[in-house]
């Protein structure tokens, strides 16, 4: 079955503490995304990959660091979490040929509180 | 600035009706505009994606509009049930990157 899997779904941490949030694909998709959902700011991009080893901010990406080693596996990293980064987080994949045209594959989210 | 606006941010109706949502754009040139469906707790999930030369798209009792020209695409769903209660996203793609995403509009559709 084609999916994003994104983990953990809940997490509650407190600030500075390191964490990361997993996120892979088996649908051999070259572009990743990172989004955060917050009430009336609806999704808005952290980060982005293009491919391997390429990788692009965001509108939101202040506090957030990410890697891209293999394809399938793109994690979201948090050096020193802060209490206004406790959102909704999804992952995405994408692929932009003829047919899919960039649409989007979302995991099932994670949601963090930093306290 | 770039801008994207989803016209309400809930709406109800009655069950039989179409809804009708509605997503307008400032400052874009997309390539192509995406419709999601968002339940609470899960991920957004694709329905309809319509390219810039195109003015419309079905698909079974969803239809979306595309005008360039008043930089707006509209949403039908015809003859609405309850089960299509949710949240509805607009996005759109300039080519450029990944999506932008309108903050959605929260369909309820009463029985």
């Known amino acids: 079955e084609a999916q994003v899997t994104q983990n953990p779904r809940y997490l509650i941490t407190v600030t500075g503490k390191k964490l990361t949030v997993t996120c892979s694909q088996n649908?051999?998709?070259?572009?990743m995304s990172w989004y955060r959902q917050d009430p009336g700011l609806g999704l808005r991009q952290i980060y982005y990959?293009?491919?391997?080893?390429?990788?692009d901010k965001g509108d939101v990406p202040e506090g957030y660091k990410v890697s891209r080693k293999e394809k399938r596996n793109f994690p979201l990293i948090l050096e020193s979490p802060s209490p206004n980064q406790t959102s909704l987080y999804f992952c995405?994949?994408?692929?932009?040929?003829?047919?899919?045209?960039?649409?989007?594959?979302f995991g099932a989210g994670t949601r963090l509180s930093v306290l | 600035s770039q801008k994207i606006e989803q016209n309400s941010e809930a709406l109800n109706i009655q069950e039989g009706k179409t809804a009708t949502l509605t997503c307008n754009y400032t400052?874009?040139?997309?390539?192509?505009l995406q419709w999601y469906r968002q339940d609470p707790g899960r991920g957004p999930v694709f329905l309809l994606l319509?390219?810039?030369?195109?003015k419309e798209k079905r698909k079974e009792r969803l239809k979306v509009t595309f005008d360039t020209t008043l930089k707006q695409s509209l949403f039908h769903i015809t003859a609405s049930q309850p089960a299509d209660s949710a949240t509805y996203l607009c996005?759109?793609?300039?080519?450029?990157?990944?999506?932008?995403f309108g903050s959605g509009t929260r369909l309820q559709v009463q029985p």
């Open positions: 995405a994949s994408s692929t932009r040929d003829s047919t899919t045209k960039n649409i989007q594959y």
């Open positions: 649908m051999n998709h070259e572009y």
């Open positions: 990959s293009m491919n391997v080893e390429v990788t």
């Open positions: 400052n874009y040139s997309p390539a192509y």
């Open positions: 319509i390219r810039e030369n195109e």
């Open positions: 996005a759109l793609d300039t080519g450029r990157r990944a999506l932008t």
